[in-house]
């Protein structure tokens, strides 16, 4: 292979998200597939402060005993999760807004920003920040995030919708 001539004068270092609570909103939800269960990996952007426009990853693992990650995420987002297997379209949560508590981990002598925790931005002390632009016109109310009547649900033969669309009472164990 030949050399390459790069300039990296213009360049800037990747910045992490710095430690403690942020307001951020969902920019993108897809799912992945991790070595024993499918995952749903948040893109998430801080609003506000020293870390605003920076954006981290949120995973929730799809395995059953993992759940409850995936419920706590989308209480903190609003939506009201009943005790029942769903229907969801994560799609429908882009824009929204939730708290996150950050940490920095070491691993393998790397360091980075992790989410420790999700929480409401209705609780004491965290100011809501309403979402603005294109994304905050996307918002539905939440029975277009999901749906409890599974059987009966049978997608269209004909969609050709691209809006992704879990059905979490077939997850596996």
Do not use: C
Not at 21 to 43: C, D, F, M
Not at 60 to 81: D, H, K, M, P, Q
Not at 87 to 110: C, F, H, M, Q
């Amino acid at each position: 292979m030949a050399k390459l001539r790069i300039d990296f004068s213009q360049v800037e270092d990747s910045k992490s998200v710095a430690p403690g609570r942020h307001i951020a909103r969902v920019k993108e939800v897809t799912q992945g597939e991790g070595q024993s269960y499918p995952y749903l990996r948040w893109n998430l952007q801080i609003v506000e402060g020293r870390s605003k426009g920076l954006h981290i990853n949120y995973y929730t693992s799809l395995s059953t005993r993992a759940l409850f990650r995936l419920r706590e995420l989308l209480v903190a987002l609003g939506v009201n999760v009943p005790k029942s297997a769903v229907s969801i379209d994560p799609s429908k949560l882009v824009g929204r807004t939730l708290g996150i508590e950050v940490e920095i981990e070491n691993k393998a002598g790397e360091e980075y920003s992790e989410v420790k925790k999700v929480f409401s931005t209705k609780m004491e002390g965290v100011p809501a920040v309403s979402p603005a632009g294109p994304a905050a016109r996307r918002q539905q109310p939440d029975e277009h995030i999901m749906d409890d009547d599974l059987d009966n649900h049978v997608p269209p033969a004909n969609d050709d919708d691209d809006d992704m669309v879990l059905d979490l009472g077939e997850v596996e164990v």
